[in-house]
């Protein structure tokens, strides 16, 4: 499965990153094989995939985020990434 087939707010751990330069700049976010990540939301339309990694938000490109293969772990956040805590003053 791939980083878009997973559900707003599920997590998954990463197997495998695209090979080349896109590889090498995901890896040097700390986007690694192995790590836990949360998809926080996907745009419409081809748009970025957000993530939350290692307390860090930030975005990965539609065709990038289709080459990122994880293993879903569960339908439902942690509760270290509850939005009420990361975002108090816009909820």
Do not use: C, Y
Not at 13 to 34: N, Q, T
Not at 63 to 72: F, L, N, Q, T, Y
Request: glycine fraction near 10%.
């Amino acid at each position: 499965m791939n980083l878009l087939q997973i559900k707003d707010d599920e997590s998954a751990v990463i197997k495998s990153v695209p090979p080349g330069e896109a590889g090498e700049r995901l890896e040097a976010l700390g986007l690694r094989v192995g790590k836990r990540i949360q998809k926080v939301s996907g745009m419409p339309f081809g748009g970025p995939i957000t993530l939350l990694l290692d307390g860090r938000h930030f975005a990965v490109a539609h065709a990038i985020a289709s080459k990122i293969e994880v293993d879903g772990i569960d339908g439902h956040p942690r509760p270290d990434f509850e939005k009420s805590r990361l975002w108090p003053k816009f909820i």
